[in-house]
């Protein structure tokens, strides 16, 4: 598959690892970087050394290109540029906000800039600011989401941008990959689906969480901090969206709340943590290495359509 995309990082493969907080590792990176993919390291709330570590982490496991996510929510956000720029990574994606003025120094440094947007206005912002390419993620997607379907939000930034796509949120095997390209994106970004890998290094019970989730496997919780996050339905989840239903909660109990969540669904702690995933969660039945997970979605997308060819 040759796409703007390909062409534009010089990858194998159109599709982007989603950079995903605690769980986008070097070794998960690396992985599907070798593989032929883009890895991305999920900066999240590290702190900038941190960062800095697992970037040259990932660079010695592999010579293909790689990205880092800078969650622009995080205080650690505007140093994290900095370390990202000095350590020469190949591209940069934003999630969460706008990345404003760091737009520049990363085109400056000749790192590719790809912010994820969840809505038209943002993306003709960027589109505006110099970014390279767009992710258009879905409110299907796990993690910190806007309010727009993968469905029906890729096509419309496909008309209102110049600058290449990559459709994000609800996507997990190869029939996903060729529906995005139908609606004119030019890549894929796949979170989900990696967390059940076996190079994913969360504990055992995160993956077997993803695997044994159901279509209505996930919820939303967090609605009324203003930041949306949708997560497998567990005791937190359960609690978190009784809370809110009663409306007796404020921000600030909620939030607390959820601090350190991330960090302790990383370590394993079924009842307590925040785990992250996207309603396609329902669709992962297996734990593979993401050789395999990225040969397999290739494989399908190119034997569909040949046979949607025969049909139509
Ligand atoms: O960023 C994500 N997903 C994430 S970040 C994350 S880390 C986290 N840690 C603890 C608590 C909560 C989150 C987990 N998942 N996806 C990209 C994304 N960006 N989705 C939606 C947006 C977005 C939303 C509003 C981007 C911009 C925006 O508004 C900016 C503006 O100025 O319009």
């Not at 622009?72 to 906000?97: P, Q």
């Not at 990363?106 to 912010?115: E, H, M, N, R, T």
């Not at 459709?167 to 095997?173: E, F, H, K, L, R």
């Not at 190869?174 to 894929?188: D, F, I, Q, T, W």
């Amino acid at each position: 598959m040759k796409t703007r995309i390909t062409e534009m990082l010089k990858i194998e493969h159109p599709i982007f690892q989603g950079g995903m907080a605690w769980l986008g590792t070097a070794k998960l990176a690396a992985a599907v970087s070798e593989a032929g993919g883009l890895g991305i390291i999920g900066a999240g709330n590290m702190e900038p050394d941190m960062l800095r570590n697992t970037i040259r982490e990932a660079k010695s496991l592999t010579d293909k290109p790689i990205g880092v996510n800078i969650y622009l929510l995080s205080e650690h956000y505007e140093e994290n540029f900095i370390v990202a720029i000095e350590e020469k990574v190949k591209v940069v994606t934003t999630g969460a906000g706008n990345p404003g003025k760091y737009v520049q120094m990363l085109k400056d440094a000749g790192i590719f800039f790809i912010p994820v947007v969840a809505s038209d206005s943002l993306a003709v912002r960027m589109e505006k600011l110099g970014a390279d390419a767009l992710i258009a993620e879905g409110m299907e997607a796990g993690g910190h989401i806007g309010e727009v379907t993968t469905f029906a939000l890729v096509p419309q930034i496909v008309d209102a941008v110049n600058i290449p796509v990559v459709a994000a949120g609800g996507i997990a095997d190869g029939r996903g990959l060729l529906a995005a390209l139908s609606l004119g994106a030019e890549g894929v970004q796949i979170g989900t689906r990696f967390v059940a890998s076996e190079e994913c290094e969360a504990a055992d019970i995160y993956k077997e969480m993803v695997v044994k989730a159901g279509l209505r496997g996930t919820a939303v919780t967090g609605r009324i901090t203003g930041h949306p996050v949708r997560v497998l339905k567990n005791k937190l989840a359960k609690q978190m969206v009784k809370m809110e239903k009663e409306g007796k909660v404020t921000v600030e109990d909620f939030e607390r709340l959820g601090v350190g969540a991330l960090r302790k669904a990383f370590f394993g702690d079924k009842d307590e943590g925040s785990f992250m995933a996207g309603q396609i969660a329902g669709l992962v039945k297996d734990i593979k290495p993401v050789r395999e997970i990225i040969r397999n979605i290739v494989d399908e997308a190119t034997n569909l359509y040949k046979k949607l060819e025969d049909k139509i």
